[in-house]
């Protein structure tokens, strides 16, 4: 087939795509209780939800971080072989970096205003709203049984994370994402994740979202709400597989904002004014 008969095609199935990203989050409901979040039903196209499935790399292509959890990196940097990393690379890059993120933030946008406005104040607040946001760190997390991550929130730089359940068939339901409300909260005074209950916060789960396959968690990383996950250790379910990323301005075009900071404030992004990186 010729070459431009096959990137016809190509941008034919991404605008299809494009179109059924647009009606599912059109179709879900932006919650704030216990903080902006949304779930998002058959996010995917049926079709394309499981050619992944039909593609989800073994097991011993995760890098191993300890007997409950490993992760599955798509990226060029990544260590799987060619074969594994193409169609998930592809899926970051084109579906949820080049599709759905952009969807997202304009759901998010005032909330995102809101955010920015908490950590920065005006103008800087105005002024990093319109950097244009993206899609970064994608990766394909697998969890088993005795897997416990408290509430937390992510690093400062995820102004919203995604988290994507790729359920398979037979997979339970019950081992989904908690959302808990948190009081006595304060923004977190570094940039890596953040457990309000070891800074003096008390969380009260408000509710979790099932791990249904095709769902999508979204949801903005801000004080006064934080997320968690457990898989019981008798749990049946061997393994537990969803895709997380993360939503920000890229950090070139974020850091001589954060300069504009006072001392104090650029201390929590552990900024110092000799730095290329934070």
């Given at each position: 087939m010729p070459m431009q008969h096959v990137d016809q095609a190509s941008r034919q199935t991404l605008e299809s795509i494009a179109t059924h990203l647009r009606e599912?989050?059109?179709?879900?409901?932006?919650?704030t209780d216990p903080g902006p979040h949304m779930v998002?039903?058959?996010?995917?196209?049926?079709d394309i939800y499981t050619e992944l499935l039909d593609t989800m790399p073994p097991p011993e292509a995760f890098e191993v971080?300890?007997?409950?959890?490993?992760?599955f990196d798509p990226s060029p940097t990544?260590?799987?072989?060619?074969?594994l990393l193409e169609p998930w690379s592809r899926?970051?890059?084109?579906?949820v970096a080049g599709l759905l993120t952009p969807i997202l933030v304009d759901v998010f946008r005032p909330c995102l205003a809101a955010a920015y406005q908490a950590h920065f104040g005006p103008p800087l607040a105005d002024a990093t709203l319109r950097l244009t946001h993206h899609a970064f760190q994608g990766r394909l997390m697998l969890r088993r049984p005795g897997y416990r991550l408290k509430p937390h929130r992510d690093k400062k730089?995820?102004?919203?994370?995604?988290?994507?359940?790729?359920?398979?068939p037979g997979d339970s339901r019950e081992y989904g994402t908690e959302l808990y409300r948190v009081t006595d909260d304060q923004q977190a005074?570094?940039?890596?994740?953040?457990?309000?209950?070891?800074h003096g916060g008390h969380a009260e789960l408000v509710r979790t979202v099932p791990f249904v396959g095709n769902t999508a968690l979204i949801f903005m990383n801000v004080p006064g709400m934080a997320h968690g996950?457990?898989?019981?250790?008798?749990?049946?379910?061997?393994e537990r597989y969803a895709y997380q990323f993360y939503i920000g301005p890229p950090k070139s075009d974020f850091l001589p904002l954060v300069r504009h900071l006072a001392p104090e404030q650029a201390a929590a992004w552990n900024v110092k004014m000799s730095d290329d990186e934070y």
């Open positions: 599912a989050v059109t179709h879900s409901t932006l919650v998002i039903t058959d996010l995917l196209p049926a971080a300890d007997k409950t959890k490993a992760n990544g260590s799987a072989p060619e074969h899926f970051h890059t084109e579906i730089q995820a102004s919203v994370t995604g988290l994507i359940y790729f359920a398979r005074p570094f940039r890596k994740t953040y457990y309000p209950e070891a996950a457990s898989i019981p250790r008798d749990a049946p379910q061997p």
